[in-house]
């Protein structure tokens, strides 16, 4: 269970390996949070539940991605514990458990704003192991 950071000029490129989808979106979003800000610094204090849709893999993890970006940069909400589950119908969906608190932005040390997710670049491969690949324009 791990990200780690591609090389790329402007953007943030990240790459997520894991051993299930749900891991990896749980990976996937905790990368959205510590590109913006310090998540050791980050208290359990507060739980926000949200629901995610996509037509596909791909459009889920865009609106996964763009959801917390959302969460964090707009409403101002720190994530530390992420919980998902993902459900597949006609389309896909992920229905996440936050544990957080409000951003503070002298404790959690603020390092970036993500401006959203794109879909260039952005890669889903299922061979037994799952790996995400996605750019956050920065």
Known sequence: MSYRYLEHATDAFIEVNASSLEEAFVIAGKSVVETILDMDKVSDAKV?????SGKDLNYLLYNWLEELIILTITEGFASKI??????????HKIVATLRGEDID????HFKVEIKSPTFHQMEIKQNGRIQMRYLLDL
């Open 48 to 52: 926000r539940q949200i629901t995610v």
């Open 82 to 91: 992420i919980e998902v589950k993902l459900e597949k119908n006609a389309g």
């Open 105 to 108: 932005i002298k404790k959690h």
